[in-house]
Nanobody
Framework: QVQLVESGGGLVQPGGSLRLSCAVS????????MGWYRQAPGKQRESVAT???????NYADSVKGRFTISRDSAKNTVSLQMNSLKPEDTAVYYC??????????????WGQGTQVTVSS
């Protein structure tokens, strides 16, 4: 069984910073793409940032220049450094990983979500 556990959410003032982390554990053979998604109340889940095994990154236009995604393949972790946060960044943030595990083959896995609230 593969599990994704997120940490680092919370309440921050506009202009502040937060760092989200996600650890992948279980019967992992290989991790492919990893990423962060978010869902605000009343809106669909959207991609925030993704990173490939070769560290090629992709960002939503709304976060370019403010957010940075990184991964540590040795530790099976992915992080999202969020700077210059805006109230519109408020959402539940979900970690995602495409994992080849020994039980199920290649599958998409999600974390439980962590709340990020940007407010004064």
């Amino acid at each position: 069984q593969v599990q994704l556990v997120e940490s680092g959410g919370g309440l921050v003032q506009p202009g502040g910073s937060l760092r989200l982390s996600c650890a992948v554990s279980g019967s992992i053979f290989r991790i492919y793409d990893m990423g962060w998604y978010r869902q605000a109340p009343g809106k669909q889940r959207e991609s925030v940032a993704t990173i490939t095994r070769s560290d090629i990154t992709n960002y939503a236009d709304s976060v370019k220049g403010r957010f940075t995604i990184s991964r540590d393949s040795a530790k099976n972790t992915v992080s999202l450094q969020m700077n210059s946060l805006k109230p519109e960044d408020t959402a539940v943030y979900y970690c995602n990983a495409v994992v080849y595990d020994l039980m199920n083959g290649r599958r998409d896995y999600w974390g439980q979500g962590t709340q990020v609230t940007v407010s004064s």
